[in-house]
């Protein structure tokens, strides 16, 4: 069964810093992965997804991540934080059954 | 085009009632996915459907259940409410084989 790790809770960066949000998975075969982004009371919104091929994968809101096989990773990055993206984000893997695995969320707060 | 809708978007119940959950995907979608979040156990898959047949189940009890109608809305049916199932229940549709899931905005529920 497929599982993911977020080891960070919460994490607070400034406005106009990077961010850089890490993911690892657990799945025995290449995984389909996504990144969530989920504002209060809100439902998810879907900020990227990996399948196959280039390993660099391009989201909205300018939202990138890299896949890395070697350390089952799967991590987001932004390089300036605007105040709008202050939330909670979650790492998922699915294998190709229609039932995703999130990870525990991190929350992100970003301070002027 | 539309995305996800659920139905209603707050519910109170007290403990041993039932209620019933609605969800319309994204038209064209024929997969529909429900997701329990809550603050301890984080977001959990409960079932999904397909053709108006599960195909996969999470790990809950059976008062947990579920349908899909033949224009692929869905509805999840919780009977004898516990305090414990309160949550924000998440609907996702997915187009069809690539596990890309597009959440609807949620329904949340409040056992007194």
């Known amino acids: 069964a497929q599982s993911v790790t977020q080891p960070d809770i919460h994490i607070t960066v400034s406005e106009g810093a990077s961010l850089e949000l890490r993911c690892n998975y657990s799945?025995?075969?290449?995984?389909?992965l996504f990144w969530y982004v989920q504002s209060p009371g809100q439902g998810l919104q879907l900020l990227l997804k990996?399948?196959?091929?280039?390993?660099l994968v391009q989201g909205i809101k300018g939202f990138e991540a890299e896949f890395k096989r070697s350390q089952s990773s799967f991590n987001l990055r932004k390089p300036s934080v605007h105040w709008s993206d202050a939330a909670e984000y979650f790492c998922?893997?699915?294998?190709?059954?229609?039932?995703?695995?999130f990870g525990a969320g991190t929350t992100v707060t970003v301070r002027a | 085009k539309a995305g996800v809708t659920q139905t209603p978007r707050y519910l109170i119940k007290t403990r041993g009632q039932q209620v019933t959950l609605s969800c319309s995907p994204i038209?064209?979608?024929?997969?529909v996915s429900w997701y329990q979040q809550t603050p301890g156990q984080g977001l959990q898959f409960l079932f999904e459907?397909?053709?108006?047949?599960?195909?996969n189940k999470g790990n809950f009890p059976g008062r947990f259940s579920g349908r899909q109608f033949s224009n692929s809305r869905s509805e999840m049916n919780v009977s004898t409410l516990e305090l414990g199932d309160s949550a924000l229940y998440l609907c996702?549709?997915?187009?069809?084989?690539?596990?890309?899931?597009?959440f609807g905005p949620g329904t949340r529920l409040t056992v007194l």
């Open positions: 996702a549709s997915t187009a069809g084989g690539t596990d890309t899931q597009y």
């Open positions: 799945y025995g075969a290449t995984p389909y």
């Open positions: 990996y399948f196959s091929g280039d390993t």
């Open positions: 998922a893997v699915g294998a190709n059954d229609y039932k995703l695995s």
């Open positions: 038209s064209g979608h024929r997969s």
């Open positions: 459907y397909f053709s108006e047949t599960q195909r």
